[in-house]
């Protein structure tokens, strides 16, 4: 057999430069943190999956789930129940292992549709801290399209009818009182059963520039009323700039048919 060439065969300087490469390859990965992530696992939402979690630390996700549904408390009266549904951390996050790890609500978090809980590490060889990515789905009753509405539609009694919706599915919230919504016309079109919701309201006109208006405040135990003069339209929501009799401007929200409610 013969021998082979000696320029076939890696060197040993090669040899040692490959084997370097590879340690340092594989100390990155084991020693990575979630320093690097932590920014794209707060965005990243994955389908409703607890395996993740449960990877991390036995009964971990039941605890994420009572956490967020503790916080939910304080959703308004007449909600039937609450969903949690939790996400997936960003699958290229290398956590050091951790014998304890805590869930916990960041500061400001609110606990309504696409949100996130913490998870700190409070007993390992390196502490580290990520954010979960959840929804919390409200449901309870709410008004909504009977059959489809074009935008424009001016909403009557029939086209409307109630069922349970997801309160937390938008940010603007569902009409769950009708006086909120009869004769008001709509700024976009509704499915039938979609849910309406403020925004899916024209804002109202109170009165026009120019227009008489009464001016509103009201204390604990003490009331003032006055008059004056709108200067810019009166739209629902809308700030809106009043001249009184000794010329000042004060600026007030409109409440009502040429009402004005004046700030303490």
Excluded at 43 to 69: F, I, K, M, Y
Aim: net charge positive; hydrophobic share 45%.
């Amino acid at each position: 057999m013969d021998e082979p060439r000696l320029s076939t065969l890696p060197t040993a300087r090669v040899l040692i430069a490959r084997l370097a490469l590879a340690l340092a390859l594989a100390s990155s990965m084991a020693l990575a943190g979630p320093a690097a992530f932590a920014a794209d696992a707060a965005d990243a939402v994955g389908a409703t999956d607890a395996s993740g979690v449960e990877a991390l630390q036995p009964g971990l996700a039941g605890q994420v789930r009572q956490l967020a549904l503790a916080g939910s408390r304080r959703a308004p009266a007449g909600v039937s129940r609450v969903e949690v549904s939790l996400g997936q951390l960003d699958p290229r996050l290398r956590l050091a292992p951790c014998q304890r790890i805590e869930p916990y609500l960041p500061a400001g978090t609110v606990l309504w549709g696409k949100t996130r809980i913490g998870l700190r590490c409070t007993q390992g060889p390196s502490a580290w801290n990520v954010f979960l990515p959840i929804r919390v789905g409200v449901f309870g009753q709410a008004w909504v399209a009977l059959a489809a509405l074009p935008a424009g539609s001016v909403i009557a009694a029939g086209d409307l009818t109630q069922a349970e919706v997801n309160l937390a599915e938008e940010p603007s919230l569902a009409i769950t009182d009708t006086r909120l919504a009869l004769g008001r016309t709509l700024a976009r079109a509704l499915g039938a059963g979609q849910a309406l919701r403020q925004s899916d309201l024209k804002a109202r006109q109170w009165f026009a520039a120019g227009d008489e208006v009464r001016l509103l405040a009201s204390g604990s135990g003490f009331s003032v009323s006055g008059s004056g003069q709108a200067l810019n339209h009166g739209l629902e929501g809308q700030p809106v700039r009043v001249r009184i009799e000794s010329g000042r401007v004060v600026v007030g929200m409109p409440v009502g048919e040429r009402q004005v409610e004046l700030p303490l």
